[in-house]
């Protein structure tokens, strides 16, 4: 049977050459893959949330990618592109260089994972000298004091886990107990809208609003429902309800606001106009700094970010 | 009233949870009858069960006063959905889980086990329901009241009411995440009950199968949700809530082969991984609902966040000083090539993947205090650290059929047969298509462990053993399952191509050999969106032509743009067509089109993989009834490679 | 003997230590992450030492020439802009009265027009009033990647002897003009 092992040996040696070539042939940079992806999977889109160059769909990443394309087709590689991507754009364009201090937590934690798990796995196959047999001190059923105390002790833990429970509710959700105590029904709705308008559904947290002006017309809760209906893109249902508060209260900087804000598109001079009213009116507004902004030139960031119209309360969060 | 009952069965619960609670505790403490305790566990149940219905009979008759229903329901959505909405926003899905959670407590109430063991095991099950109907009863109780009533309400989360799979992809998860509190459970339960503990692995690993497979199928289900729904051209993100499942998976998965190994048994090694497991599921939790991540599928901030970062703490705290006080068991030194080394390597591969997966998926809010940007991780830190390690895993998962041999020679000699096909693979896909090396080195490792499953079905068959056959074949299953798995992921990131391109009516794109061409597009309003589709034509190159048509859905409440995908799934890959934008004059459309090959390999694999844990789970329920359990003999890990899932 | 070993804290072994340390460690790192960031500071970046503009010549929209390395000894503003750029369409109007009004003190406007179809750009030329506006074309996006730029608009104030001294994400304010721009055309 010597023939047969010496056979199989070197079926085996010609299948290692073979696939050992094949590795070889795959190192190299695959053609496979699309190398200007390969690239932009590695850059950070610097208009985006978290996407990469590769797979983001804003204007700025489909230039980059152009970008890419040109470099790999002048014949730069991989390594040149990212370092000319970093001259312009600074070492955050990298997807895989979050930070250079803490990014060592990024391969440290995995490695000393394994070589913790590696010295207890030969700790459990060659254990060192066998050791005194050891005592297993919990194996005896407990005696009546022990266990009294244990007892004790458990049923205080509960408790004291339920009380926690309750005692962190009270201090951490003070809004949500805020709704509860009223009992005034348009405070909560009132209440429940703004919910509505923290999940930015502003839809629905308009309807709510409606729904507690119908019962109760009250300025500010006005001004809030234009605040959403500006969110929810309806400029002119905006408009609407702050030229409602305006019309008994010329001067509410908020109404000032959102009506300016709701007429950008539609009458940008008007727009211009009524904003620039909103900062003579209220120079210290909370949204005033934004606003003089907007009417050095009306407007700012590119369409991915609307400009900031969340409502003041939200601001002050 | 309805929001009335509600709170009460909260509130009933949260003492019922108390209660049954200490009662388990005197069982352990001082032998006391297990009936009252037995009792209180169903009654939480009970409340558990009330209070799920409470809500939703609230939301299937729109009772607007509950503000579960107020924020989350809406009288324009469809039955089905509405029913599922119990679980698409943050406060119902905790109820959810407590229904879930109180039912493995009751099955574990159900089941005779030594008693001591038995009573520590239900106070820490019983104690996790305590904390979480504490928190659903205080911190996120749905049932509050709104006054006055809205009309109508806004309907959940427009992502959730897209596919039917919502119906079931979060139960499923649920049951997989919260089964593994019964290993846990026991794993805290053994070093307290003395001589009574030593069964505590033979008496987890059923529970642990099955939520095992649970959790398997859940994240299987999830990733096919991904593709088939949401539509942005993959299956797997690397997004926190994916990784939040895949953790314990993985622990979970080293838990069940280390108690296989005799060595690895006494040394801890269960016990560690047990308990590793439901904490991660507590700190996927904790991740995800709190909203200290941000993801595609995270719910609102809530105050929750502090509370659950706590629990999860006390748990780490209490599961460390009650684990860490069991003494290492009497040393046996196993052969260095057996089965025994193979399970540890692939334990200390797993944790170490996961290591990788939890430290990328918690660095932002790592980084932030440490002084550094909060930036996520992107999928290359995945694929520079999981993947490889996941193909070594692969490597050694082929090793151990033959490691089961004793003889070294013969051993060896069952590795020529597997060993070459795997060579042959690498060479023959290597030097035709060069796939790229990981995906290479996966191709052959996934030959090599399929090849050596393959010759090992008939030993398996022929082998006497009291229980039946499929369960048997358990292991043999989910390990073909993985593999496949592993081809379908490394065929589709190698081969998948996709390009995109802003098509006129009757341009065409073209990607590998497939070609579509634009037919026309048609805009159409809906009650809670304005939705356009795009018609192509599709040409494959045999001639056959489909209609693909891709959709976009605004959805205005939450300005956000849906694509639905066109998937035209074939036997060895897909063609899948997204539609990204429309020209305002419909004129114009930008198509992105992808040719995925082998992705069906990925959701048979995954539907394998779960299917040889439910088998094992069999098994090892119909073992653990034959012969009574032996209480005062050291347990000897589960009949050695007899069914389990190796 | 058992007295002894019940007395020892079993717990204080090495592995169960440092796992609880870590808890520790990990536990007050996280619950610091979970305070809300600190607000960003999107807006405005910081001017540094001028770095040297990167090159920018080519035929302009009207068929002229245009390059930057000829307008040494004058203050350019170069801004980057798009038809589809809503807040651009808002801010070319005060960027072209700058230029009138500043020219005879040096100052130059160019326009980079990323991404975008002549026809639009025509039409948003005309209907902002900024039809004399220099604009260089970039069909593709790619000169204004090579300036680093992150969004449209954006505008760069490259002063008189080419470097970039202050550039301005999103849209330029008249006090931007007024506080970067105004002190270089002085002397």
Redesign the interface.
């Given at each position: 049977m010597k023939w047969r092992g010496a056979l199989t040996a070197l079926a085996l040696t010609a299948l290692v050459v073979a696939a050992g070539a094949g590795l070889a042939r795959s190192a190299g940079d695959s053609p496979g893959q699309d190398p200007v992806r390969a690239v932009a999977a590695g850059l950070r889109c610097p208009a985006c949330q978290g996407e990469s160059v590769a797979d983001s769909r804003s204007p700025i990443a489909a230039a980059m990618r152009q970008v890419v394309a040109d470099q790999l087709a002048q014949g730069r590689d991989r390594d040149e592109i990212r370092r000319w991507f970093v001259q312009r754009y600074g070492a955050d364009v990298l997807t895989d260089a979050p930070a250079r201090r803490t990014e060592l937590l990024l391969w440290g934690v995995p490695l000393a994972a394994l070589l913790g798990g590696g010295y207890a796995a030969l700790r459990t196959l060659r254990p060192r000298a066998p050791r005194v047999a050891p005592v297993v001190t919990a194996a005896a059923a407990p005696n009546a004091r022990t266990a009294g105390r244990a007892w004790r002790a458990m049923s205080v833990g509960l408790f004291a886990l339920v009380a926690s429970v309750a005692v962190a509710t009270y201090h951490l959700d003070r809004p949500a107990r805020q709704a509860a105590a009223p009992a005034d029904p348009i405070a909560v709705a009132v209440q429940l809208a703004r919910d509505l308008e923290a999940q930015h559904r502003y839809d629905a947290a308009a309807r709510m609003y409606r729904e507690a002006l119908r019962e109760r017309p009250d300025d500010a809760v006005q001004l809030r429902l234009a605040f959403v209906l500006l969110q929810a893109g309806d400029t002119a249902g905006a408009t609407g309800a702050a030229r409602q508060v305006l019309a008994h209260a010329p001067d509410s900087p908020d109404g000032l606001l959102v009506l300016g804000l709701a007429e950008r598109t539609s009458r940008p001079a008007e727009a211009e106009r009524v904003l620039r009213r909103f900062l003579t009116v209220a120079p210290e507004h909370q949204a005033a700094a934004e606003i003089s902004r907007l009417v050095g030139g009306v407007n700012r960031v590119d369409a991915t970010a609307p400009p900031d119209t969340r409502s003041p309360a939200q601001r002050s969060r | 009233m309805l929001a009335d009952l509600g709170t009460v069965s909260l509130t009933v619960g949260l003492a019922g949870a108390t209660l049954t609670a200490l009662l388990w505790l005197r069982v352990a403490l001082f032998a006391a009858p297990a009936r009252p305790a037995r009792l209180g566990t169903a009654v939480t149940l009970a409340t558990a069960a009330l209070a799920c219905g409470v809500l939703e009979a609230a939301l299937v008759r729109h009772d607007f006063s509950v503000r579960f229903v107020a924020e989350n329901g809406g009288r324009r959505v469809p039955l089905y959905y509405t029913v599922t909405s119990l679980w698409s926003a943050l406060d119902g899905s905790l109820l959810l889980w407590l229904l879930v959670l109180a039912g493995y407590a009751a099955l574990l109430a159900r089941r005779r086990y030594p008693a001591r063991l038995h009573g520590y095991a239900m106070v820490v099950v019983s104690v996790v329901t305590l904390f979480f109907f504490a928190l659903s009863s205080f911190a996120a109780n749905p049932f509050r009241v709104v006054s006055p009533t809205p009309a109508d309400g806004p309907g959940p989360n427009p992502l959730l009411q897209q596919h039917p799979a919502m119906g079931v992809h979060p139960p499923l998860l649920y049951a997989g995440y919260i089964g593994l509190v019964v290993p846990f459970a026991f794993a805290l339960a053994a070093p307290l009950a003395g001589p009574d503990g030593r069964g505590w692995l033979r008496a987890a690993r059923p529970w642990a199968l099955v939520a095992w497979a649970a959790l398997t199928a859940g994240i299987g289900l999830g990733a096919w949700w991904s593709y088939a729904v949401l539509g942005w051209g993959g299956y797997w993100a690397w997004d926190p809530v994916e990784n939040a499942s895949l953790l314990p998976w993985l622990t979970a998965t080293a838990f069940l082969h280390t108690t296989l190994a005799r060595a690895a048994e006494r040394a801890g090694w269960p016990t560690t991984l047990a308990c590793a497991s439901f904490l991660l599921v507590l700190l996927g939790t904790f991740l995800t609902r709190s909203g200290a991540v941000s993801s595609v599928h995270g719910f609102t901030d809530s105050p929750l966040g502090p509370m659950l970062l706590g629990f999860v703490l006390l748990a780490v705290v209490g599961a460390t000083v009650l684990a860490g006080r069991r003494p290492p068991g009497p040393v046996a030194r196993p052969p260095v090539l057996s089965r025994g080394t193979a399970v540890l390597i692939n334990g200390v591969l797993l944790v170490t993947i996961a290591a990788a997966v939890l430290i990328g998926t918690i660095f932002p809010l790592l980084s932030g205090p440490l002084g550094a940007a909060r930036v996520s991780v992107g999928p290359d830190y995945y694929q520079r650290t999981a993947v490889p390690l996941a193909v070594v895993v692969l490597l050694v998962m082929g090793m151990t059929p033959a490691l089961r041999v004793r003889d070294r020679a013969a051993a060896a000699r069952r590795l020529v047969l597997p060993g070459g096909v795997a060579l042959a693979t690498v060479a023959a896909v290597g030097l035709l298509s060069r796939p790229g090396l990981p995906a290479l080195t996966a191709f052959g490792a996934a030959a090599f462990v399929l090849v050596g499953l393959a010759r090992e079905v008939p030993d398996r068959l022929r082998q006497p053993g009291p229980h039946r056959r499929p369960s048997r074949l358990a292991g043999l299953v989910a390990h073909a399952g993985i593999a496949l798995v592993a081809v379908g992921v490394a065929g589709s990131a190698a081969y998948g191509r996709d390009t995109e391109r802003t098509l006129r009516t009757g341009e065409t794109i073209r990607v590998a050999d497939v070609t579509a061409r634009l037919v026309g597009v048609d805009r159409g309003g809906g009650d809670d969106g304005m939705s356009v589709r795009a018609r192509l034509r599709l040409t494959a190159p045999d001639g056959a032509a489909r209609t693909a048509t891709p959709a976009l859905r605004y959805h205005p409440a939450r300005d956000t743009a849906v694509a639905l995908p066109a998937i035209d799934t074939g036997l060895l890959r897909d063609t899948y067509v997204t539609l990204i934008a429309v020209a305002p004059d419909n004129g114009s459309a930008t198509v992105r089109l992808a040719v995925n090959p082998l992705v069906g390999l990925l959701w048979a694999g995954g539907g394998l993989t779960a299917l040889g844990g439910l088998l094992a789970a069999l098994g090892a329920t119909r073992r653990r009834h034959r012969p009574p359990v032996p209480t005062h003999r050291p347990a000897r890990p589960a009949a050695l490679g007899s069914g389990g899932v190796r | 003997?058992?007295r002894r070993?019940?007395r020892r804290p079993?717990?204080l072994?090495a592995?169960?230590a440092v796992?609880?340390a870590l808890?520790?460690a990990?536990?007050t790192?996280?619950?610091?992450?979970?305070r809300p960031?600190a607000t960003s500071t999107a807006?405005d970046i910081a001017a540094g030492t001028p770095v040297p503009a990167p090159a920018l010549s080519g035929v302009t929209l009207d068929g002229g020439r245009f390059d930057l390395a000829a307008a040494r000894g004058h203050v350019v503003l170069v801004n980057v802009f798009?038809s589809?750029?809503?807040?651009c369409?808002?801010?070319l109007?005060?960027?072209v009265d700058a230029e009138r009004r500043w020219a005879p003190r040096g100052l130059r406007l160019v326009g980079l027009n990323?991404?975008d179809g002549t026809e639009a750009v025509r039409a948003l030329l005309d209907e902002t009033g900024a039809t004399a506006l220099t604009v260089l074309r970039d069909p593709?996006?790619?000169r204004?990647?090579?300036?680093?730029?992150?969004?449209?608009?954006e505008t760069f104030l490259v002063d008189r002897d080419g470097g970039i001294i202050d550039r301005q994400r999103?849209?330029?304010?008249?006090?931007?003009?007024e506080q970067r721009v105004a002190p270089l055309l002085a002397g």
């Amino acid at each position: 049977m010597k023939w047969r092992g010496a056979l199989t040996a070197l079926a085996l040696t010609a299948l290692v050459v073979a696939a050992g070539a094949g590795l070889a042939r795959s190192a190299g940079d695959s053609p496979g893959q699309d190398p200007v992806r390969a690239v932009a999977a590695g850059l950070r889109c610097p208009a985006c949330q978290g996407e990469s160059v590769a797979d983001s769909r804003s204007p700025i990443a489909a230039a980059m990618r152009q970008v890419v394309a040109d470099q790999l087709a002048q014949g730069r590689d991989r390594d040149e592109i990212r370092r000319w991507f970093v001259q312009r754009y600074g070492a955050d364009v990298l997807t895989d260089a979050p930070a250079r201090r803490t990014e060592l937590l990024l391969w440290g934690v995995p490695l000393a994972a394994l070589l913790g798990g590696g010295y207890a796995a030969l700790r459990t196959l060659r254990p060192r000298a066998p050791r005194v047999a050891p005592v297993v001190t919990a194996a005896a059923a407990p005696n009546a004091r022990t266990a009294g105390r244990a007892w004790r002790a458990m049923s205080v833990g509960l408790f004291a886990l339920v009380a926690s429970v309750a005692v962190a509710t009270y201090h951490l959700d003070r809004p949500a107990r805020q709704a509860a105590a009223p009992a005034d029904p348009i405070a909560v709705a009132v209440q429940l809208a703004r919910d509505l308008e923290a999940q930015h559904r502003y839809d629905a947290a308009a309807r709510m609003y409606r729904e507690a002006l119908r019962e109760r017309p009250d300025d500010a809760v006005q001004l809030r429902l234009a605040f959403v209906l500006l969110q929810a893109g309806d400029t002119a249902g905006a408009t609407g309800a702050a030229r409602q508060v305006l019309a008994h209260a010329p001067d509410s900087p908020d109404g000032l606001l959102v009506l300016g804000l709701a007429e950008r598109t539609s009458r940008p001079a008007e727009a211009e106009r009524v904003l620039r009213r909103f900062l003579t009116v209220a120079p210290e507004h909370q949204a005033a700094a934004e606003i003089s902004r907007l009417v050095g030139g009306v407007n700012r960031v590119d369409a991915t970010a609307p400009p900031d119209t969340r409502s003041p309360a939200q601001r002050s969060r | 009233m309805l929001a009335d009952l509600g709170t009460v069965s909260l509130t009933v619960g949260l003492a019922g949870a108390t209660l049954t609670a200490l009662l388990w505790l005197r069982v352990a403490l001082f032998a006391a009858p297990a009936r009252p305790a037995r009792l209180g566990t169903a009654v939480t149940l009970a409340t558990a069960a009330l209070a799920c219905g409470v809500l939703e009979a609230a939301l299937v008759r729109h009772d607007f006063s509950v503000r579960f229903v107020a924020e989350n329901g809406g009288r324009r959505v469809p039955l089905y959905y509405t029913v599922t909405s119990l679980w698409s926003a943050l406060d119902g899905s905790l109820l959810l889980w407590l229904l879930v959670l109180a039912g493995y407590a009751a099955l574990l109430a159900r089941r005779r086990y030594p008693a001591r063991l038995h009573g520590y095991a239900m106070v820490v099950v019983s104690v996790v329901t305590l904390f979480f109907f504490a928190l659903s009863s205080f911190a996120a109780n749905p049932f509050r009241v709104v006054s006055p009533t809205p009309a109508d309400g806004p309907g959940p989360n427009p992502l959730l009411q897209q596919h039917p799979a919502m119906g079931v992809h979060p139960p499923l998860l649920y049951a997989g995440y919260i089964g593994l509190v019964v290993p846990f459970a026991f794993a805290l339960a053994a070093p307290l009950a003395g001589p009574d503990g030593r069964g505590w692995l033979r008496a987890a690993r059923p529970w642990a199968l099955v939520a095992w497979a649970a959790l398997t199928a859940g994240i299987g289900l999830g990733a096919w949700w991904s593709y088939a729904v949401l539509g942005w051209g993959g299956y797997w993100a690397w997004d926190p809530v994916e990784n939040a499942s895949l953790l314990p998976w993985l622990t979970a998965t080293a838990f069940l082969h280390t108690t296989l190994a005799r060595a690895a048994e006494r040394a801890g090694w269960p016990t560690t991984l047990a308990c590793a497991s439901f904490l991660l599921v507590l700190l996927g939790t904790f991740l995800t609902r709190s909203g200290a991540v941000s993801s595609v599928h995270g719910f609102t901030d809530s105050p929750l966040g502090p509370m659950l970062l706590g629990f999860v703490l006390l748990a780490v705290v209490g599961a460390t000083v009650l684990a860490g006080r069991r003494p290492p068991g009497p040393v046996a030194r196993p052969p260095v090539l057996s089965r025994g080394t193979a399970v540890l390597i692939n334990g200390v591969l797993l944790v170490t993947i996961a290591a990788a997966v939890l430290i990328g998926t918690i660095f932002p809010l790592l980084s932030g205090p440490l002084g550094a940007a909060r930036v996520s991780v992107g999928p290359d830190y995945y694929q520079r650290t999981a993947v490889p390690l996941a193909v070594v895993v692969l490597l050694v998962m082929g090793m151990t059929p033959a490691l089961r041999v004793r003889d070294r020679a013969a051993a060896a000699r069952r590795l020529v047969l597997p060993g070459g096909v795997a060579l042959a693979t690498v060479a023959a896909v290597g030097l035709l298509s060069r796939p790229g090396l990981p995906a290479l080195t996966a191709f052959g490792a996934a030959a090599f462990v399929l090849v050596g499953l393959a010759r090992e079905v008939p030993d398996r068959l022929r082998q006497p053993g009291p229980h039946r056959r499929p369960s048997r074949l358990a292991g043999l299953v989910a390990h073909a399952g993985i593999a496949l798995v592993a081809v379908g992921v490394a065929g589709s990131a190698a081969y998948g191509r996709d390009t995109e391109r802003t098509l006129r009516t009757g341009e065409t794109i073209r990607v590998a050999d497939v070609t579509a061409r634009l037919v026309g597009v048609d805009r159409g309003g809906g009650d809670d969106g304005m939705s356009v589709r795009a018609r192509l034509r599709l040409t494959a190159p045999d001639g056959a032509a489909r209609t693909a048509t891709p959709a976009l859905r605004y959805h205005p409440a939450r300005d956000t743009a849906v694509a639905l995908p066109a998937i035209d799934t074939g036997l060895l890959r897909d063609t899948y067509v997204t539609l990204i934008a429309v020209a305002p004059d419909n004129g114009s459309a930008t198509v992105r089109l992808a040719v995925n090959p082998l992705v069906g390999l990925l959701w048979a694999g995954g539907g394998l993989t779960a299917l040889g844990g439910l088998l094992a789970a069999l098994g090892a329920t119909r073992r653990r009834h034959r012969p009574p359990v032996p209480t005062h003999r050291p347990a000897r890990p589960a009949a050695l490679g007899s069914g389990g899932v190796r | 003997m058992t007295r002894r070993t019940l007395r020892r804290p079993d717990w204080l072994r090495a592995g169960p230590a440092v796992v609880l340390a870590l808890t520790v460690a990990v536990g007050t790192l996280v619950a610091l992450g979970l305070r809300p960031p600190a607000t960003s500071t999107a807006g405005d970046i910081a001017a540094g030492t001028p770095v040297p503009a990167p090159a920018l010549s080519g035929v302009t929209l009207d068929g002229g020439r245009f390059d930057l390395a000829a307008a040494r000894g004058h203050v350019v503003l170069v801004n980057v802009f798009a038809s589809w750029c809503g807040p651009c369409r808002d801010e070319l109007p005060l960027l072209v009265d700058a230029e009138r009004r500043w020219a005879p003190r040096g100052l130059r406007l160019v326009g980079l027009n990323i991404r975008d179809g002549t026809e639009a750009v025509r039409a948003l030329l005309d209907e902002t009033g900024a039809t004399a506006l220099t604009v260089l074309r970039d069909p593709d996006g790619t000169r204004a990647i090579g300036w680093g730029v992150r969004g449209v608009p954006e505008t760069f104030l490259v002063d008189r002897d080419g470097g970039i001294i202050d550039r301005q994400r999103g849209v330029v304010t008249r006090q931007w003009l007024e506080q970067r721009v105004a002190p270089l055309l002085a002397g």
